[in-house]
């Protein structure tokens, strides 16, 4: 019977309603592209939330806790591989345990407070008692003056090139202040990341429309 054929009138709304399925796909590059910058956007703010934690830890933390203390070089004196800017991490150390080819840091003058950073290029005995001869690496001659056991402040143990430029001005006795701040500050941001990221992808979930269930 005609009606069993079906009316050939009907055949272009499914085509209409095929069309109007497959239009949203044209969204999709766009969509996988806006994935792909806040990957991109969300990598970055780790590595810059990790890298700045670990200057932190590094440089105000560990000597802290160790009993070391933070140095900046200022002069070009242990170019190139401590340029000025550097920061270097000085730990206690005794006298006689100090070897040629360490870098230690000591005063200038004994009982003042300005120091200099060197590298140990030999040990020598004399009649008042052992003393250090020190020189620059990029300095053509040595040190004119020996260094005695009660000018040293310590060896270098770790060292950054550059670090030393972010905390010049700041006063030592707030750096403390100033790295607390920017912990939290970093976690904060850190929570601002994850709650973003959360909330994001519930979003998806929500505009994500559900497969047409099957007969």
């Known amino acids: 019977m005609p009606a069993e054929t079906g009316d050939p009138a009907e055949a272009p709304a499914e085509t209409d309603e095929s069309a109007a399925a497959t239009e949203p796909s044209g969204s999709a590059p766009r969509s996988r592209g806006r994935r792909i910058a806040g990957l991109i956007t969300k990598i970055i703010s780790w590595i810059v939330i990790g890298a700045a934690v670990l200057l932190i830890v590094a440089f105000v933390l560990v ?83 020996p260094v005695r056991p009660e000018q040293v402040r310590g060896k270098v143990w770790y060292w950054a090139p550059f670090v030393g430029y972010l905390s010049q001005g700041i006063q030592s006795d707030t750096r403390t202040w100033v790295a607390r701040g920017i912990g939290i500050a970093l976690i904060g941001y850190a929570a601002v990341v994850v709650v973003g990221a959360v909330r994001g992808r519930a979003r998806r979930r929500r505009e994500t429309p559900e497969p047409p269930a099957s007969h």
């Open 63 to 145: 000597p802290r806790v160790t009993g070391a203390t933070p140095y900046t070089v200022l002069t070009g004196s242990m170019r190139p591989n401590m340029p000025p800017g550097t920061t270097v991490v000085v730990r206690p150390i005794d006298f006689d345990a100090i070897r040629v080819g360490d870098v230690i840091t000591y005063q200038i003058a004994s009982g003042k407070p300005e120091v200099v950073t060197h590298r140990v290029i030999a040990v020598n005995v004399t009649q008042d008692g052992p003393r250090l001869q020190t020189k620059g690496d990029a300095n053509p001659a040595p040190d004119p003056n």
